[in-house]
């Protein structure tokens, strides 16, 4: 029964074309990250969920006045009123690409474009350029630049695109709200320059403090290191001593200022650097979360990178050709306010997930429906099934529904739920979903109770 169930879903698969016309004749997967699809040495894509999808293409000179014009129409339309994103993300997008045309960053290194796009991408894209706000697909972008030999990448200038900015503001929505989209977007990057090098071990970058937060926030312990050795003594002494916050122009003394004046004066200086700069949390975090970045013998100029448990890595300086674009200015850090992160490029990767295509050759999609301690893929594709009201699928959906709703993973047993809902819709499957719902109810699962009061309604 299982072998007919895995035949019948292939022929499924190639019956659907959900995928169909989507790549080329021979797309390529890749072994470390397969769901990640190589349409050719210079474009890779993948798929989040319907309406998510991720591509990164390569910058060469076909393509780095376009994508220089379309980020300066972007910045243009941020400075005319039409949405409030910083414009942090974009300079520095403009700035790396400038810096690369340039030689400022020299030819040597990769320089790609990493973005998130609501139809899927088949090939470089082509932006409109005509006008303004013309390109309502992309939704996200950020730069990725790493050298064939380095064993850091790096990823600046991310943003979120005017044009679905002005989609989510608008009453009711016209685009999707993807939860963390940024993450996804960075998790896909690190994908790719994984494949492409899987000896590459950090992504090293300056964010902006949203973008810094979010990634501690969502990447597991021990994958995020803050800073470097001078960053953390600084951090160290302004806890001791908050008044080594305050730089020369503070501590000037006034015109006809008195002691007591000035004592104030220094103390609230002080205090607003101290809340300012976030001391105590970052002096905290430290103490848990060392650097792992050694500006050697003092020299801010000179890197010893650790590897987590702090073993050498790799050491050079700004005459290193590898990693001669570190020191160049889109990718230096701003002191404690906005230091250099460096995240483990692994855990990067797997930090967000993508779903398999449909459009795999044949071998390919046996393999993942034989892979089902994790069968996401097929209950998508059974439900695609449903909904399309293919009723030869029904009797073997109600089967897999019955098995992943006693799956342990509480993610499978909520497509579970979802899959009996489809099939209570057309008409089947009622009794095994009720028993199915009645179950769920007991969960402490709080997502997976509330698939099951939302199956219950859609049962007669």
Same mark, same amino acid.
């Given at each position: 029964?299982?072998?007919?169930?895995?035949?019948?879903?292939?022929?499924?698969?190639?019956?659907?074309?959900?995928?169909?016309?989507?790549?080329?004749?021979?797309?390529?997967?890749?072994?470390?990250?397969?769901? =990640?699809?190589?349409? +050719?040495?210079?474009?890779? !894509?993948? *798929?989040? #969920?319907?309406?998510?999808?991720?591509? $990164?293409?390569?910058?060469?000179?076909?393509?780095?006045?376009?994508?220089?014009?379309?980020?300066?129409?972007?910045?243009?339309?941020?400075?005319?009123?039409?949405?409030?994103?910083?414009?942090?993300?974009?300079?520095?997008?403009?700035?790396?690409?400038?810096?690369?045309?340039?030689?400022?960053?020299?030819?040597?290194?990769?320089?790609?474009?990493?973005?998130?796009?609501?139809?899927?991408?088949?090939?470089?894209?082509?932006?409109?350029?005509?006008?303004?706000?013309?390109?309502?697909?992309?939704?996200?972008?950020?730069?990725?630049?790493?050298?064939?030999?380095?064993?850091?990448?790096?990823?600046?200038?991310?943003?979120?695109?005017?044009?679905?900015?002005?989609?989510?503001?608008?009453?009711?929505?016209?685009?999707?709200?993807?939860?963390?989209?940024? =993450?996804?977007?960075? +998790?896909?990057?690190?994908? !790719?320059? *994984?494949? #492409?090098?899987?000896?590459?071990?950090? $992504?090293?970058?300056?964010?902006?403090?949203?973008?810094?937060?979010?990634?501690?926030?969502?990447?597991?312990?021990?994958?995020?290191?803050?800073?470097?050795?001078?960053?953390?003594?600084?951090?160290?002494?302004?806890?001791?001593?908050?008044?080594?916050?305050?730089?020369?122009?503070?501590?000037?003394?006034?015109?006809?200022?008195?002691?007591?004046?000035?004592?104030?004066?220094?103390?609230?200086?002080?205090?607003?650097?101290?809340?300012?700069?976030?001391?105590?949390?970052?002096?905290?975090?430290?103490?848990?979360?060392?650097?792992?970045?050694?500006?050697?013998?003092?020299?801010?100029?000179?890197?010893?990178?650790?590897?987590?448990?702090?073993?050498?890595?790799?050491?050079?300086?700004?005459?290193?050709?590898?990693?001669?674009?570190?020191?160049?200015?889109?990718?230096?850090?701003?002191?404690?306010?906005?230091?250099?992160?460096?995240?483990?490029?692994?855990?990067?990767?797997?930090?967000?997930?993508?779903?398999?295509?449909?459009?795999?050759?044949?071998?390919?999609?046996?393999?993942?429906?034989?892979?089902?301690?994790?069968?996401?893929?097929?209950?998508?594709?059974?439900?695609?099934?449903?909904?399309?009201?293919?009723?030869?699928?029904?009797?073997?959906?109600?089967?897999?529904?019955?098995?992943?709703?006693?799956?342990?993973?509480?993610?499978?047993?909520?497509?579970?739920?979802?899959?009996?809902?489809?099939?209570?819709?057309?008409?089947?499957?009622?009794?095994?979903?009720?028993?199915?719902?009645?179950?769920?109810?007991?969960?402490?699962?709080?997502?997976?109770?509330?698939?099951?009061?939302?199956?219950?309604?859609?049962?007669?």
């Amino acid at each position: 029964m299982k072998s007919n169930i895995f035949i019948s879903l292939i022929m499924l698969s190639l019956n659907l074309g959900i995928f169909a016309g989507y790549f080329p004749e021979n797309p390529t997967t890749t072994e470390l990250f397969p769901d =990640v699809i190589k349409i +050719s040495d210079d474009l890779y !894509v993948g *798929k989040v #969920r319907e309406n998510f999808y991720l591509a $990164m293409e390569r910058i060469d000179a076909s393509n780095i006045d376009m994508w220089k014009n379309y980020a300066q129409k972007q910045e243009t339309a941020v400075r005319r009123g039409y949405s409030n994103l910083s414009l942090d993300g974009i300079g520095h997008f403009i700035l790396v690409l400038d810096q690369f045309r340039e030689g400022i960053i020299k030819p040597s290194n990769e320089l790609w474009v990493a973005y998130a796009s609501n139809k899927p991408v088949t090939k470089k894209t082509d932006l409109n350029l005509d006008a303004p706000l013309k390109n309502p697909s992309i939704e996200m972008f950020v730069t990725v630049i790493s050298s064939p030999e380095a064993l850091l990448t790096s990823h600046m200038g991310i943003s979120r695109t005017v044009e679905n900015f002005i989609a989510l503001e608008k009453e009711p929505p016209t685009a999707i709200k993807h939860p963390y989209q940024s =993450v996804d977007l960075h +998790s896909f990057a690190a994908k !790719v320059m *994984k494949i #492409r090098d899987p000896r590459k071990k950090y $992504m090293l970058t300056a964010p902006a403090i949203a973008m810094r937060n979010i990634l501690i926030k969502r990447m597991p312990p021990n994958s995020v290191f803050v800073g470097d050795d001078l960053y953390q003594k600084r951090i160290e002494a302004a806890e001791n001593d908050p008044m080594t916050l305050l730089g020369e122009r503070e501590l000037r003394v006034k015109a006809n200022e008195t002691p007591t004046e000035r004592e104030e004066r220094l103390q609230s200086v002080t205090q607003k650097d101290y809340k300012r700069n976030d001391i105590k949390e970052k002096f905290s975090w430290l103490k848990t979360n060392p650097p792992r970045i050694i500006r050697t013998n003092g020299k801010e100029k000179t890197f010893l990178i650790q590897n987590p448990d702090r073993t050498p890595l790799v050491t050079f300086d700004q005459s290193s050709p590898i990693y001669q674009f570190i020191f160049t200015e889109p990718y230096r850090d701003k002191g404690i306010l906005l230091p250099y992160i460096l995240i483990d490029l692994d855990m990067l990767a797997k930090a967000g997930g993508l779903v398999p295509l449909t459009s795999y050759p044949l071998e390919k999609i046996l393999h993942l429906l034989e892979n089902v301690e994790t069968p996401l893929n097929t209950l998508d594709l059974l439900g695609n099934a449903i909904k399309m009201g293919l009723e030869e699928y029904y009797f073997e959906a109600i089967l897999i529904a019955q098995q992943a709703v006693k799956n342990q993973d509480p993610d499978v047993r909520i497509k579970g739920l979802d899959l009996f809902g489809k099939l209570v819709e057309k008409g089947c499957g009622h009794q095994e979903a009720s028993d199915a719902a009645l179950q769920a109810m007991n969960s402490t699962n709080n997502d997976e109770k509330a698939a099951a009061k939302l199956l219950m309604k859609k049962l007669p």
